[in-house]
């Protein structure tokens, strides 16, 4: 039963029939005659085991971290350090043959699992990178900080052989304080909206809204990535018609943005009601291509829908209603 929400909630949802419909039309073991889009209804772990060597260019892990979580109709129960750590170096050991000589490898992690997510994966590739992104919501603490951080690693197969398109991830913010040299504008631009420079992305993303209720993107999944998120992580590190691989598929928002940025991909998911919530979403992006956040080739800092519409030329500005419920999740 579907529950009846608000009208500006436009959270993905399914019943009991769209999700058994969905699921079983997902294929169960990679084959070679599959075409290469396809979401995995499985264990990673077996079917990790199906697939051919040598055929990922980036590899997208958003392994459950080492919390006690219910996923669908499955749960997660935290481990042992020991224990998490031989579960992390499973999955790396089962994916591993399928990535190529000069593949790049992003891995999701809290700050706890980080240690330990660290210590495996140095064990398998060269670690490039840590990227920690800002979570904007998350429950206070009583007698600690607000855990408002998680960390990504960025990591490759081969230490010097791989792609970073340094150019296709620049962010678009504001100058505050604009410098000329010889009475010329240097590193920025101006125009009738504002003055703004394409800056070179950090290892600190401030720019991130989680999936909200007022997104289309959102589902009932607990731990959902922003597209936004993963589309830096895909245009960064690969290129028009590179394979993409997500083991721990969840709702589908790598499968989801590979697509939309004109990327092949394999995503691999256990849960059925997961599964179906991706191929819902990979059927919306036939229509609805746009990720929220990213226009112009750019990434904008948050709180600026309205100015990026402007900006990049939408032929109709958006209600003052929509402008307020997706203003502060840009």
Known sequence: MIEERAERNRTITLDDCEIKRYAESCPRMYRKEHPKDIVIYGDAFEVLKTLPDSIVDLLVVDPPYNLSKIYSGNSFRKMKDDDYNAFTRHWMEAVRHSLKPNATVYVCSDW?????????????????????????????????????????WFATVSPDRFTFNVEDVKMRRRVLAPYKENGVPKDWTASEDGIFRDTFPSNFWDDISIPYWSMPENTNHPTQKPEKLIAKLILASSNPGDMVLDPFAGSGTTAVVAKKLDRRFIGIEIEAEYCAYALKRLEMAETSPTIQGYNDGVFWE??????????????????NERIQAELVFG
């Open 112 to 152: 706890r699992t980080s240690l330990i997510v660290s210590e495996v994966l140095g064990d398998f590739f060269t670690i490039q990178n840590r990227i920690t992104w800002q979570r904007e919501k998350g429950r206070g603490a009583l007698h600690n900080w607000k855990n408002s951080m998680e960390d990504i």
């Open 302 to 319: 948050r709180n600026t829908l309205a100015l990026q519409q402007k900006v990049c030329g939408k032929a109709k500005t958006p209600s």
